[in-house]
T-cell receptor, first 113, second 114 residues
Framework: KQEVTQIPAALSVPEGENLVLNCSFT??????LQWFRQDPGKGLTSLLL?????REQTSGRLNASLDKSSGRSTLYIAASQPGDSATYLC????????????FGKGTMLLVSP | NAGVTQTPKFRVLKTGQSMTLLCAQD?????MYWYRQDPGMGLRLIHY???????AKGEVPDGYNVSRLKKQNFLLGLESAAPSQTSVYFC?????????????FGSGTRLTVV
């Protein structure tokens, strides 16, 4: 059974810092990996989607990398801002007959002014 | 705006009552899903559907039923609500391949069973 782990569970940084969130998964046979953002009391917003054949994806100040063979992904946030404060979730879609996602429990990020 | 719409957004039920949560998507996605999110447990799949008229069980299906009579709608039913079903419920959809946009989630339904 696929398991997804996110480290750290919580992170607090001052504004302007660059930071890295980590995601690991136990079964490397994935179809793709998706990073989401969730604000308190809100739904999930997709940030980046990386296909299994890709190494990284970038969107603005966000960069996500994927090392499928080692079962790891990182989300890099450059020049963090208070508005980046949220919970970040990593999810993998496996190579199976149906496309469900397995989620990590998330990293709660707080960026202080 | 295109996306996934969930109704209602909030609901309080008494133990034993029934209710239906509605999910609607306008992206012509084939796949639809119902997840629940609980503190410390993360998101867990309840049921999913790979097309109109088809449904299947996910990780935590007990106490729930689903129906997908139309491609754009996916209903989640609780026949006899229990306090253990207090949770935030999210609906999501994706295309068959999901290779362009991945999953799209609704804004959630916060359900409290007393």
């Amino acid at each position: 059974k696929q398991e997804v782990t996110q480290i750290p569970a919580a992170l607090s940084v001052p504004e302007g810092e660059n930071l890295v969130l980590n995601c690991s998964f136990t079964d490397s046979a994935i179809y793709n990996l998706q990073w989401f953002r969730q604000d308190p009391g809100k739904g999930l917003t997709s940030l980046l989607l990386i296909q299994s054949s890709q190494r990284e994806q970038t969107s603005g100040r966000l960069n996500a990398s994927l090392d499928k063979s080692s079962g790891r992904s990182t989300l890099y946030i450059a020049a963090s801002q208070p508005g980046d404060s949220a919970t970040y979730l990593c999810a993998v879609r496996e190579n199976s007959g149906y496309s469900t996602l397995t989620f990590g429990k998330g990293t709660m990020l707080l960026v202080s002014p | 705006n295109a996306g996934v719409t969930q109704t209602p957004k909030f609901r309080v039920l008494k133990t034993g009552q029934s209710m239906t949560l509605l999910c609607a998507q306008d992206m012509n996605h084939e796949y639809m899903y119902w997840y629940r999110q609980d503190p410390g447990m993360g998101l867990r799949l309840i049921h999913y559907s790979v097309g109109e008229g088809t449904t299947a069980k996910g990780e935590v299906p007990d106490g729930y039923n689903v129906s997908r009579l139309k491609k754009q709608n996916f209903l989640l039913g609780l026949e006899s609500a229990a306090p253990s079903q207090t949770s935030v419920y999210f609906c999501a959809s994706s295309s068959r391949t999901g290779n362009l946009y991945g999953y799209t989630f609704g804004s959630g339904t916060r359900l409290t069973v007393v």
